[in-house]
Structure formats: C-alpha cells, structure tokens
Nanobody
Framework: QVQLVESGGGLVQAGGSLRLSCAAS????????MAWFRQAPGKERVFVAA????????FYADSVKGRFTISRDNAKNTVYLRMNSLKPEDTAVYYC??????????????????WGQGTQVTVSS
C-alpha cells in the first residue's frame, strides 16, 4: 500500500515557475515508477510526465516537453515536478500516481495503482 500526498500548487503568472512535490508513504517507494497527470475543469485526466524506479528514464507529454522536469529522491520518498514557462493552459489539478509498470503505455491512467488527492495549479494570463 502506498499513500501519496501532493503539495506545491498555487497561483502563478504566465511565464512563471512552480515545483510540485509528491511525498509517498511506505518503504517500497523505489519499487514504483511515478508519474504526474493533470485534469482541467470539464476535461479528462491526462498524462504529463513519468519517471522509472531509479530515475534513469523519464517520459513527457509533448505539451510540456522542454518546460517541465520530473525527478525523484528515493531517500526522501518524494517525486517532483518542476514547471517552468507556465502557460494559462497548464491550469489544472495535478495528481501524482504510482505504478509497478514502466513501459510503452505509461501514459494511460489504467497503468497506475495509487493516486494522490491532487494539488491545484492556476496560471493567470
């Protein structure tokens, strides 16, 4: 069982930056691939970024590539999402998720076993 708690969301102007954190409970954090998804009002939850167990591999949605960076610290049981050059269209609730799988379909929500409660990110124009 893994419990995930996100933090770091808030209100930021377009062009600004935020860093989200996701703290995981349990001693098996390093056994899970981790990801960030986001969900805008009235829209489906969509993939943002993923990182494998060791942090040696990452994968990004095209919409955030070059602006967002996912990283993890297994000693702290935490995964991060650094978001730069934020745009109003990045406004959403951001969720972290954990999976025992890391592969070609890592962008599907169905691949994930555990989810956090979400943190709101609002980007003003």
């Amino acid at each position: 069982q893994v419990q995930l708690v996100e933090s770091g969301g808030g209100l930021v102007q377009a062009g600004g930056s935020l860093r989200l954190s996701c703290a995981a409970s349990g001693r098996t954090f390093s056994s899970y691939a981790m990801a960030w998804f986001r969900q805008a009002p009235g829209k489906e939850r969509v993939f943002v970024a993923a990182i494998n167990w060791s942090g040696s591999a990452t994968f990004y949605a095209d919409s955030v590539k070059g602006r967002f960076t996912i990283s993890r610290d297994n000693a702290k049981n935490t995964v991060y999402l650094r978001m730069n050059s934020l745009k109003p269209e990045d406004t959403a609730v951001y969720y972290c998720a954990a999976s025992t799988y890391y592969g070609g379909s890592i962008h599907y929500t169905s691949r994930y076993d555990y989810w956090g409660q979400g943190t709101q990110v609002t980007v003003s124009s």
